[in-house]
């Protein structure tokens, strides 16, 4: 497994969290995969390329996104990645039950800008 989808921890209260990012060139995306140790429970924040949202598709470090006006966040980074999984579980949108489920990243990254939040 190559440096990008290396599984690092995130210990959360009484949760532990395996992590990794991974691009899709195919799609052009940026994938944070969150798996809750033991519970089989899967969450993969993602981000698609389109109109006022990048990825780094080489034009900055790997993992980078940005909504191309001066907000960008690192998702190599233990505290963003801590700051998106919280703004997943203030939203109650964190999986309970065993399985893969996928959402769409961009309106935690808005929160987060909106709240002037940066790396």
């Known amino acids: 497994m190559g440096l990008n989808r290396r599984l ?13 990012v991974h691009h899709k060139h195919a799609e052009c995306r940026e994938i944070l995969s969150l798996h809750r140790e033991g519970t089989g429970v899967t969450l993969r924040i993602v981000f698609r390329a389109g109109p006022g949202r990048y990825v ?16 960008l966040l690192n998702l190599h980074e233990p505290g963003v990645v801590r700051r ?9 949108a964190l999986p309970a039950t065993p399985g893969e489920t996928e959402m769409d990243g961009w309106p935690l990254f808005d929160a987060l800008a909106g709240r002037g939040e940066r790396p």
Not at 56 to 71: F, L, Q, V
């Open 8 to 20: 690092r921890s995130l210990v959360v209260g009484d949760a532990t969290w395996l992590w990794s």
């Open 56 to 71: 780094a598709e080489g034009h900055w470090y790997a993992g980078s996104i940005t909504n191309g006006r001066g907000d």
């Open 84 to 92: 998106l999984l919280d703004e997943t579980a203030a939203r109650d």
